[in-house]
């Protein structure tokens, strides 16, 4: 499965911003859809999951109330829309696919919140 992610973008503290991802190849085996970040000189954490099939989602304990995951199955799409960002939200955004026990990554997208 490829992906490809977009959406990222140079915003002001408060704004709201829309990533996309969309996946192409092996897209009837994902079973989960998730979005990593990685800060500048930090390491790349969970952001928030959704399940391909069922629609549960998971979200970071930081992110919980101001991130949504969201999926298009027909369009083999994933979102995460942003609300209320911070400077320390300011990282490069992955999504990645599960399908069996391997986890497939996209490119990044940019992501920077200005004070």
């Known amino acids: 499965v490829q992906l490809q992610a977009s959406g990222g973008g140079l915003v002001q503290a408060g704004a709201s911003l829309r ?3 969309v996946a192409s190849g092996r897209t009837d085996s994902i079973l989960l859809v998730a979005w990593f970040r990685q800060a500048p000189g930090k390491e790349r954490e969970f952001v928030s999951s959704i399940t391909w099939h069922g629609s549960t989602t998971d979200y970071a304990d930081s ?15 994933a979102y995460l829309q942003m ?26 997208t940019l992501v920077t919140v200005s004070s």
């Not at 992110?63 to 799409?77: A, H, V």
């Open 19 to 21: 990533l996309s991802c």
């Open 63 to 77: 992110m919980k109330g101001r991130f949504t995951i969201s999926r298009d199955i027909s369009k083999n799409m």
């Open 83 to 108: 609300n209320s960002l911070k400077p320390e939200d300011t990282a490069v955004y992955y999504c990645a696919a599960r399908i069996a026990t391997m986890l497939y990554w996209g490119q990044g």
